[in-house]
Nanobody, 122 residues
Framework: QVQLVESGGGLVQAGGSLRLSCAVSGRTLSSFAMGWFLQTPGKEREFVAAISRSGGSTDYADSVKGRFTISRDNAKNTVYLQMSSLRPEDTALYYC???????????????WGQGTQVTVSS
C-alpha cells in the first residue's frame, strides 16, 4: 500500500520558480531512494533528479544542473524538487518515484505517483 502523491505544479512564467512535493505513505521514506522524472506527450519518461536514502548523494540530468535541487525530509515522509530559472522546455508532467534500489527501471521495486503538471510560459 505504498502511495506517492505529487503536488506543487502549476503555471509559471519563464525565469520563475516552483517547488514540487511528493508525499509518501505506507512505508517510511527512509526505505527508498527517491527520484523525479518528467514526461511530455508522445515521448518516453525522462530522468530529472534522484536522491539517496540518507540524502547524502544526489544526481541530476544535465539539463537541470544548477537550476533544480532535490531534497528530502524523512521525518515528514516528503521529497521536494525546487525548480528555479524555469524555461518553456521544462514544461512537462513531473512524476515522483520511490525505489528500494538505486535504479528506477524495474517495476517490481519502483513505485510511481500520478504526476503533477508544470507549465512554463514564454
Amino acid at each position: 500500500q505504498v502511495q506517492l502523491v505529487e503536488s506543487g505544479g502549476g503555471l509559471v512564467q519563464a525565469g520563475g520558480s516552483l517547488r514540487l512535493s511528493c508525499a509518501v505513505s505506507g512505508r517510511t521514506l527512509s526505505s527508498f531512494a527517491m527520484g523525479w522524472f518528467l514526461q511530455t506527450p508522445g515521448k518516453e519518461r525522462e530522468f530529472v533528479a534522484a536522491i539517496s536514502r540518507s540524502g547524502g548523494s544526489t544526481d541530476y540530468a544535465d539539463s537541470v544542473k544548477g537550476r533544480f535541487t532535490i531534497s528530502r525530509d524523512n521525518a515528514k515522509n516528503t521529497v521536494y524538487l525546487q525548480m528555479s530559472s524555469l524555461r518553456p522546455e521544462d514544461t512537462a508532467l513531473y512524476y515522483c518515484a520511490a525505489s528500494v534500489r538505486r535504479t528506477f527501471t524495474l517495476k517490481l521495486t519502483t513505485y510511481w505517483g500520478q504526476g503533477t503538471q508544470v507549465t512554463v510560459s514564454s
